[in-house]
């Protein structure tokens, strides 16, 4: 079946400007999950939807970064007044979570955004 | 604070020269390990997950091994498309669903 898919996959957007970076999880998965991934770094969490609800925003570095997810399908993270220190890859990730076992995390290919 | 750090960071290894990986863990509580693979421009793959101490999983040239404070990924005669990022990731017990991440062991296997 078709994996997780994300778009655009590459942004470049001037810094104060704001942008929207759009995911499309596995069909049936409960569980979405945004990453941020330096360049030569590991993965930082962001966020993590549970459904439409989002009981885990501890990631998120500022008021200006905000996600939302629509039921159990595409998720949108938005990053307002965009900064340079904003330039990384966004990674989607999207698993199966059935009563307090949580599956494998699988990720899409990622949207890389450079602000110039 | 809950840390991951895996070693080395960066490994160059000649094709069919074994070796090993190692992700070493200080959490409050684990759930699950897992191993990703990530190539240049891509979304990590994933590999396995190790839910206790003493468990083994293995899938082609690769074996990931987990005790309470570390886990090991062992590449037997490793090919050049073995040439990779080696993510690992905790889970951490207590309801949280987040994946935390080391930094990752560069591979490079050559011919």
């Known amino acids: 079946g078709a994996g997780v898919s994300q778009s655009p996959s590459n942004k470049v957007t001037e810094k104060g400007k704001d942008v929207e970076l759009r995911c499309d999880p596995i069909?049936?998965?409960?569980?979405l999950y945004w990453y941020r991934q330096r360049l030569g770094q590991g993965l930082e969490f962001l966020i993590y939807?549970?459904?439409?609800?989002?009981?885990?925003k501890s990631g998120l570095p500022s008021d200006r970064f905000s996600a939302e997810r629509t039921g159990e399908s595409v998720s949108t993270l938005t990053i307002q007044r965009t900064q340079q220190e904003d330039s990384a890859v966004y990674l989607c990730?999207?698993?199966?979570?059935?009563?307090?076992?949580?599956?494998?995390?699988?990720f899409g290919p990622g949207t890389r955004l450079t602000v110039t | 604070e809950d840390q991951v750090t895996q070693s080395p960071e960066a490994l160059r290894l000649q094709e069919g020269e074994s070796s090993s990986l190692n992700c070493s863990y200080t959490?409050?509580?684990?759930?699950?390990l897992f191993w990703y693979r990530q190539d240049p421009g891509k979304g990590p793959e994933f590999l396995f997950t190790?839910?206790?101490a003493g468990e083994e999983k293995e899938k082609e040239r690769l074996k990931a091994t987990l005790t309470k404070k570390e886990s090991f990924l062992h590449i037997t005669a490793p090919k050049p498309e073995d040439s990779a990022t080696y993510l690992c990731a905790v889970l951490l017990s207590g309801g949280y669903n987040k994946l935390i991440f080391g930094a990752g062991t560069r591979l490079a296997v050559h011919p």
């Open positions: 959490v409050s509580g684990l759930r699950g």
């Open positions: 190790l839910y206790s």
């Open positions: 939807f549970q459904g439409n609800s989002a009981p885990d």
């Open positions: 069909s049936g998965h409960t569980a």
């Open positions: 990730a999207s698993s199966l979570v059935r009563g307090r076992v949580n599956y494998e995390q699988y």
